[in-house]
């Protein structure tokens, strides 16, 4: 690390790969559907990149969203594009696989590892829904992955932070812990300081408005999300009692 | 067609497609995201599922979600991925390409068709964002794509109704008119007979709960949607008067 | 009715009040919140309303978003906003209240009406939450209901048009049946003549942007949604079968 | 204050400002619409809240979701509303209002203040929308307001929380900043210790699953949000060096 510290930024498109090299990125983790958190980009896509950066490119290799229990079929599909991810210059490659009940799934890991080999792995964010951290980071140094990105548990690497630097002392060098998740330029010095983390994974994006002159209002292609109609949020008795011990506590 | 009709489905996994054959699909529309209205899929999920179904898969070409105005590079991906597609024994592809004021982008089409031939192609739902759906028909049908998928330029096929049954009488048969967007089967009926489709594209999906017995309740992977704090919602002055004066001129 | 029809347009401000009656609306339906489809607005929204304009302003009794299984507290407020709006110059009252097993909540009904007399009472589209609608219409019928406002049990108008339909043969003038949801000036024509309804109920809203020139991207003052990390969507067997049998049974 | 602090908890229904005060909430904040980020309630739900808690109730003078500019007529419903809450036994009352550049609109302020006393008046989270903190703090000081209620402008008290500091070493007392925004129990040691709040604001909800048992997937009351068609998110360089030089400036 020419500087002492890496910044990964994860992107979905040629020129978010070509914009975070051109800013400085250390490394690129190419997805696709990032609205979805990253799932596995099209070979296409990391062909073209490869072309355009010469930083290395981590591929992420998760074939849908949201929880990380695969099927057979899913592993199948996982393995094919690890496969394919190595045959089309990949550098590294993301993935993350839980048991139901919260721990790495380790025979997963490991017949994915194999796959992937000799090429360096990350654990991505799968990471953040895991039952017991602690337990889970050691599991992760055994199964030999370089890299574990993680939130801290939480909703942004600044809510976790806590967890994240004692992930990062547990560690003590035999896993790369990299914060992530709602980095900002607001937030990142916060980060760094309070977990004396040497990389950082980042998306740092801005919304661009379309070149289309015509557009069509009536017409979304993707879907729409809505408040449930059978769900109503009340304010908690145990929550309001806990924060007002913590707040008893401190003051 | 066996039966005088076919029923395409379209999927994002292994798992779909093997539901949508057994439940009768003549075609299934391989892609990823389908959150995004769907985009390319991973070629380890194209091997799988080629594995798994006998029925034609078309495999969705469209490198991100939004508009269908596409860069260079983008371009550069979505020939690499046309490709790799027909390298992965896909049976036909899906794209679609605008230019900013709503036109097809016939430049790109025809190099885009260029590289999927011998294959099938299907123009998807961008024709749902063109400025005059009719002549964006005849210019489909000189480029020489089988097949042009549509809610009718409206957010679904029973909204798009009149407009898929005019384009289904202007096509006769040198294009099919494949209706799209929402099909349920409380709407097909009144959607067939009301364009005389002899294919329909649908999702079927239910939501299934994940298997996770753990869960924290502080991460999510994905982005959120809020509403905008700087757009507010007015009832409409021309829109009531339309809307008045269609009622006065039926009733 | 002046015009042998009625537009009644909901708004949640007193610019879209008065743009509904300048457009021509015959009654405004008064909410707030129509983000989570209406809830009980505030007195001082009605008070300024009504001096803004002629047209009857029916005042919505919704104590919260979600569903329509009020607790004995909740009942407490519906009864208190309905005297309050009444004594602010409510035309009329809208509400909905339901039984867990989706009946119309009889009980709860017979004491809020006792309330809202003598003003006229619409029931809302909790209506579209029921079991059974045609058992529900008797039950409004018999109750005393002048009103009740449904698309049908589904997801718009348009798409629940033929059982609006069936429910306003059925009711034969007893009480006016309201098609309303999702109503825009491209699939009036067809729900009016498809339900031979003579009133209808909308918002035709446009969206206009702020008028504020300074803006920081980074707050939002409202909750955000994201798609669930706990669930996933396949294509159902079950459901693919139904399309299929329907298709057959049509071509 | 008894415990040297104060949680004031936001509510939108009987039961969470029963639950709150149950829990140890020292000061309620009533609204609606908490979706929105905290709407007017009604006044039906003033008069039962009243009625069964004992804390101060704080009722909110919002009119709508969205920013902060409001045009007259919304200023007569916000005077009407605020008169009526006082009459119907607010302790206290929230609003805020500014200018299209992102300053406190000081006359607007002055009108609503003047129907507003003699109760104590917070200036609500308007505040993380303006364009100079600092400046707005003084503004808030000489104007009157009691309390302002700040996510330090930024996307929670959290991520805030630098700024937090500076505005309640500034107000030496002459205003209470009370922190609030996503404050939970993972992270309102790291607020209270990092901004020596003595109040703080929090909603502490629990989503609860709804009590109906039958269900209609199809039909949602309220709007639904989907990504822009017309909008795409691309890594920005600038963001990406910004971040570059903090972490080499650090590590």
């Given at each position: 690390m020419a500087d002492g510290f890496l910044m990964e930024?994860?992107?979905?498109?040629?020129?978010?790969?070509?914009?975070?090299?051109?800013?400085?990125?250390?490394?690129?983790?190419?997805?696709?559907?990032?609205?979805?958190?990253?799932?596995?980009?099209?070979?296409?896509?990391?062909?073209?990149?490869?072309?355009?950066v010469r930083v290395p490119v981590f591929v992420m290799i998760r074939p849908r969203g949201g929880d990380f229990l695969y099927s057979d079929r899913e592993v199948d599909v996982m393995k094919a594009d690890a496969r394919l991810a190595k045959l089309h210059g990949a550098d590294g490659?993301?993935?993350?696989?839980?048991?139901?009940?919260?721990?790495?799934?380790?025979?997963?890991c490991m017949a994915l590892l194999a796959v992937c080999r000799p090429l360096p792995v990350t654990f991505h964010r799968a990471f953040d829904m895991v039952h017991d951290p602690m337990v889970a980071l050691e599991t992760l140094i055994s199964l030999g992955f370089e890299r574990v990105l993680t939130s801290g548990c939480d909703s942004s690497a600044l809510e976790g932070l806590p967890l994240i630097k004692r992930l990062a002392e547990q560690a003590k060098g035999r896993i790369v812990v990299v914060p992530g998740g709602g980095i900002t330029e607001r937030n990142l010095q916060r980060i760094l300081e309070g977990s004396s983390a040497s990389e950082f994974h980042c998306s740092a994006r801005s919304a661009r408005d379309s070149g289309m002159k015509f557009r069509n209002p009536h017409v979304a292609m993707g879907a729409s999300l809505s408040a449930s109609e059978y769900s109503v949020k009340v304010a908690d008795v145990a929550k309001v009692r806990t924060l007002n011990a913590i707040a008893k506590n401190i003051l």
């Open positions: 930024v994860c992107v979905d498109s040629v020129e978010s790969a070509v914009n975070a090299e051109r800013g400085g990125a250390g490394r690129i983790e190419l997805c696709a559907g990032l609205i979805e958190g990253g799932t596995t980009p099209s070979m296409g896509l990391l062909q073209v990149v490869k072309q355009c490659l993301v993935f993350g696989a839980l048991t139901e009940d919260g721990r790495i799934d380790t025979e997963l």
